[in-house]
């Protein structure tokens, strides 16, 4: 229980409020960090109250907060419980979470404030278990069809891995316990194989779990285009509020502006770019060159034209630059008169049209972004707090494949099956502790079983 | 009511394999010893199988060795036949095992007890341990004389209340031919121990001169034979006696089958589990059907008898079945039956009433040590009698007693598993069991313990100086190798090559002995593996130093469910890595009882 836990606790959707839970030692101390008040430091606030103040973030408020205070142990946890009430909406709640992950909080398991208030003996068991079933069903209710066959399919995937390397065990140790019995020797083969596929299975999983880790850096979406097209509108649009320097004169966005933004609880760096054109001038081309960079190190790109005016060779330009990327075309200024036609200048991706001015066409957007941030990092269609949760699971499933790989490179004979079999055994109790199932010695029931032992 | 005019520091109760190591420790240490035993006439014996060692076992017999304890040097001279078992797999793995002559060990260890200084030899049989409060005051023999002891260890083996059977008959009995003790499973029952009865078989034994043995196929010893004790010469010269192979027919199978239902054991008519890895035939002919061949080891018992033990007919059919059963096997179609296989069933103490240091939790000064915790083995019986006399003399020495934990032997892994799960089927060691397999090595077992066996005083000048030289010379030729340099790689880095062994190296040191040429190259090639081992036992330790509080009442920790509160109020963990490995209890418990440590200021 040595860190600071955060996490929303009212469902996602609009309600009028939105809470933010914290518990740990940091608790107090994060909150110093993140909420501004006329009434002091929360870590100076008397246990049991509630304060008005805002959430700032580099000196922007994000939103205007009810901020309460529960001292350890008189807290849910009894640990010491920071809330935050603010006003509903899912993008400032979850704008508030990224800020408290990004001081140093870390996302709650599910269920993990009861599981303390449980350790700390806040509750008993029973009243866990209640507790618990409440917060399964709703958790099942907003998990999506595709996260509960994601679940289905990890396990039972890592069940079959265990299926095939028990066996393998059991036939290493009987043939290194009894050798005076008569036990047919190792299949080499067999046994190379299936090593081989238990780490192609493995690698699977872990390719998917892999890219998660792109998270804690956040997605980095690079905002393209000419010229006065509208992105620092559309950057502002997105986050919500009035950030980027906004005049009608081109060029005016010489600094990168970059603001995180969390969508669907995944933080996303949106970074404005100045327009392309070609430069005048050095520090222009410089910044031209930059945008480049920006480009090549982005996992998105959203390329935004001025609908109400026609395609013109930059535009082109800039579209070839980007090929290569995920490219999410933005027409813009809708509200004005359309001048370019979707259909020639846009194979491959239908555009999407909006007015950064009107709001129009924002959201459809936003959900352009999630699904392509899904379909690119969350394969099945997770949210972002499974996936949290799987990064500690990654980890332990990647030390399984490096125990089997090393078994792998020890399948040479006879001399080494030891190790092997050591091998072997590590990398089941990793994956135990990933199943949560305890891996009892069982390897000696399954020899007796299979072979027949003893003189 | 009789006292026995002299006091003693130990007393140790049964002559077996426990028995003698655990009194030959105690008044080695100095401390005034008595061993009391049913039959002086079979002390040391081997009840089953004429052989010390094998996998496992025969690291166990090392680690005894390297404390300072007999049994090597016993099985060195008086070996049949000496194989180092495992020698195509890697060394962590390689386990000595011996053929011996049973009568001669029988002899031999019989003399070494009775030139022990400090050591009396009685022939009594024992019925009571007595004890006043909570501790332990001496024992009463059965025809009614008191022994006082400031610590007692009992190593009473299959005897008490055992009971053998042969087909339908059952006689009482401790083995065959000699009377159990009757009442000292009840005594220790009245103290709070567990009672619970397991059993075991023998096999038949035959005369060699009705066995066609040149018939059959022979197994050789090793040319070299490679001892058990590291006090044993290596020019100690011994004359080997192969063993003999044959197998089980179709016919042995219907013979089995057509008889099943006068089988004591697989009739039921035996209470008590048996041992798994030491099937009757009838329990391999059900189990495995489609088995057309089992093989079948014929074993010298020794240089001057002609008595033979079968291997892998263990039985406890009826008389007339086990001769036809005999004549069955290729070789043996006129073998006569010396002795007949029989299965015996007999009282044990469930160990999870001990320490690790082997001493009783309920009654200060009692030791319990070998088969009566349950296991089975002459090895592992050993192991346990050298700990708890060793612990016995330092408890009536007032002196800190010691604990062999998972990392330091296979003695620890065996007392740990016992004492943390408890028996209920007798346990043997496996070398599956240890988590540090490439720590615990049949060539290491030296510089693990012998440094111990010296704190206490059972490693003799003798032992300790050969033991300095072996270790200096591997340190020696170690830092020789990581500082000489060819090229840029040091002979340390260019010998970890799979492809070059250190007898073919050229830069070898031709001069060194063979035992430190095994070591350094063991130590050259294993290095990574023996490192990344070396760091998940610090990481157990910590765990194993977090003591629980002995009056500790698991009642109030409320967030423990019921079943586990029960578990460890009945198991009484001292540490909470001794906690973590009982049956049951979860990682979040263990989470729980922390927590509740730490609030309570322990």
């Known amino acids: 229980m040595e860190d600071t836990i955060a996490a929303i606790s009212t469902p996602l959707g609009t309600g009028g409020i939105a809470i933010i839970r914290m518990s740990g030692p940091q608790a107090l101390q994060l909150a110093d960090a993140i909420f501004r008040s006329r009434a002091g430091r929360p870590s100076e606030f008397p246990s049991h109250t509630i304060h008005y103040g805002k959430i700032v973030q580099s000196g922007q408020v994000l939103d205007e907060v009810l901020l309460a205070v529960f001292r350890a142990p008189h ?59 409440l917060i399964t069903a709703r958790t099942e209710r907003a998990q999506t069809l595709a996260a509960r066959t994601l679940e289905g399919i990890l396990s039972q995937r890592l069940e079959t891995i265990c299926e095939k390397l028990e066996p393998l065990r059991a036939e290493i140790e009987a043939n290194l316990n009894f050798p005076e019995d008569d036990i047919p020797p190792v299949d080499q083969t067999k046994l190379c194989q299936t090593l081989d596929e238990c780490i192609s299975i493995l690698q699977e999983i872990l390719v998917s779990a892999h890219e998660t880790r792109i998270l804690k850096e956040g997605v980095s979406v690079v905002i393209v285009g000419r010229p006065n097209v509208g992105k620092s509108s559309l950057l502002n649009a997105l986050v919500g509020k009035e950030r980027a320097l906004v005049t009608p004169f081109p060029g005016t966005t010489r600094d990168f502006i970059e603001e995180t933004i969390a969508l669907q609880g995944i933080p ?42 026609p395609f013109s060779e930059l535009d082109h330009k800039l579209q070839k630059i980007c090929s290569k990327k995920s490219v999410i075309p933005v027409l813009n200024k809708d509200d004005l008169p359309r001048k370019i036609r979707s259909a020639r200048y846009f194979a491959e991706i239908t555009p999407i049209s909006v007015s950064a001015l009107t709001g129009s066409g924002m959201d459809t957007l936003r959900t352009a972004l999630i699904k392509a941030i899904q379909s690119r990092f969350f394969g099945f269609g997770q949210t972002a707090q499974e996936v949290m949760v799987n990064e500690r699971q990654a980890n332990l499933l990647q030390g399984a494949q490096n125990h089997i790989k090393e078994a792998r490179y020890h399948c040479d004979g006879s001399q080494k099956l030891d190790i092997v079999s050591d091998e072997i055994r590590r990398a089941i109790d990793l994956i135990s502790q990933t199943t949560g199932k305890s891996a009892s010695n069982f390897v000696i029931d399954l020899v007796f079983s299979r072979f027949c032992i003893g003189k | 009511m009789a006292t026995y005019p002299k006091q003693f520091d130990v007393i140790v109760v049964g002559a077996g394999h426990a028995g003698i190591e655990a009194a030959l420790a105690a008044s080695r240490i100095g401390c005034e010893t008595i061993l009391l035993t049913s039959n002086l006439d079979t002390i040391g014996f081997m009840s089953c199988n004429p052989a010390i060692g094998g996998i496992g076992k025969g690291q166990l017999v090392r680690e005894i060795d390297a ?111 000699e009377p159990p003790a009757t009442k000292l499973s009840d005594c220790l029952f009245k103290l709070g121990f567990e009672v619970g009865r397991l059993k075991t078989g023998t096999p038949p034994r035959i005369n060699k001169n009705t066995v066609s043995l040149d018939s059959l196929a022979r197994q050789e010893g090793d040319e070299i034979p490679r001892f058990f004790s590291f006090r044993t010469p290596k020019t100690f010269h011994v004359e080997q006696l192969p063993c003999y192979l044959t197998h089980t027919t179709e016919t042995t199978k219907e013979i089995v089958r057509q008889n099943l239902n006068k089988s004591a054991l697989f009739s039921g008519r035996i209470s008590g589990i048996g041992p798994r890895y030491c099937p009757s035939i009838e329990d391999k002919i059900v189990k495995f059907p489609d088995k057309p061949k089992h093989q079948i080891f014929l074993e010298p018992e020794g240089r001057l008898t002609d008595e033979y033990y079968i291997n892998g007919l263990s039985t406890s ?33 469930n160990p999870i009433h001990l320490r690790a240091t082997l001493e009783s939790k309920n009654i200060t000064g009692l030791f319990l040590a070998g088969q009566i915790n349950g296991t089975s083995g002459y090895e592992e019986a050993a192991g346990q009698g050298i700990i708890a006399g060793i612990n016995a003399a330092m408890h009536a020495m ?36 240890a988590e540090y397999r490439l720590q615990l090595r049949q060539d290491n077992a030296d510089l693990r313990l012998t440094p111990i066996g010296r704190e206490v005083g059972l490693v003799k000048s003798t032992q300790w100086t050969v033991f300095l030289e072996k270790k200096k010379a591997i340190e020696t030729e170690i830092t020789r190798l990581q500082s000489t340099y060819v090229g840029n790689r040091s002979l340390f880095t260019i010998l970890q090559d ?63 469910r019921v079943e586990s509160r029960q578990k460890l109020s009945r198991f009484r963990p001292d540490t909470i890595g001794q906690a973590s490995r009982i049956q049951g209890i979860t990682p979040a418990e263990i989470a729980v009882l922390l927590i509740w440590l730490r609030k309570h200021g322990a």
């Open chain 1, 75 to 133: 807290s849910y946890t009894t640990e010491n419980v920071v809330e935050i009430h603010c006003h509903g909406g899912v993008v400032t709640a979850q704008t508030i979470l990224t800020l408290c992950l990004q001081h140093g909080a870390r996302l709650a398991e599910p269920g993990e404030f009861t599981k303390r208030a449980f350790l700390y003996g806040r509750i008993d068991l029973a009243q866990a278990e209640a507790v618990m079933d």
């Open chain 1, 268 to 309: 996303v760096r949106l970074i404005d770019t100045a327009g392309y054109r070609p430069p005048r001038g050095r520090i222009e081309a410089a910044g031209i060159q930059r945008t480049l960079q920006l480009v090549e190190q982005s996992d998105f790109v959203i390329h935004v034209f001025d609908a109400s005016r």
């Open chain 2, 398 to 433: 007032n002196k800190p007693k010691i604990i062999l934990n998972r990392s330091d032997a296979y003695i620890g892994v065996m007392i740990d598993d016992l004492i943390t799960k408890g028996v209920s089927e007798p346990y043997r060691i496996f070398t599956a069991s």
């Open chain 2, 498 to 560: 799979p492809k070059i062994s250190y007898g073919k190296f050229e830069f070898a040191r031709a001069d060194l002995p063979d035992d430190v040429k095994l070591e350094v190259e063991i130590q050259d090639k294993y290095q990574g593996y023996i490192q990344r081992e070396l760091e998940s036992v610090q990481r157990m330790k910590l765990l194993e130093t977090k003591r629980i509080p002995p009056d500790l009442d698991y009642e109030e920790i409320k967030q423990l």
């Open chain 2, 317 to 349: 059919l009826p008389e007339d079945v086990q001769i036809k059963l005999v004549k069955s096997l290729p070789g043996l179609e006129r073998a006569e039956i010396v002795r007949f296989a029989y299965a015996i069933e007999y009282d044990y103490v």
């Open chain 2, 67 to 177: 404390l300072g304890g007999e049994m090597g040097l016993a099985a060195d001279e008086t070996g049949l036949q000496f194989r180092m078992l495992n020698t195509n797999h890697g060394p962590a793995v390689w386990s000595p095992r011996a053929q011996c002559d049973k009568k001669f060990y029988h002899t031999r260890m019989k003399r070494i007890l009775e030139s022990q200084p400090n050591l009396s030899l009685l022939q009594a049989t024992v019925e009571e341990v007595i004890v006043r409060g909570d501790s332990v005051v001496g024992v009463k023999s059965q025809t009614g004389m008191e022994y006082i002891g400031k610590a007692i260890v009992i190593t009473t083996g299959t005897f008490l209340k055992g009971l053998i059977h042969i087909g339908v008959a059952s006689i009482p009995g401790g083995r065959f031919g």
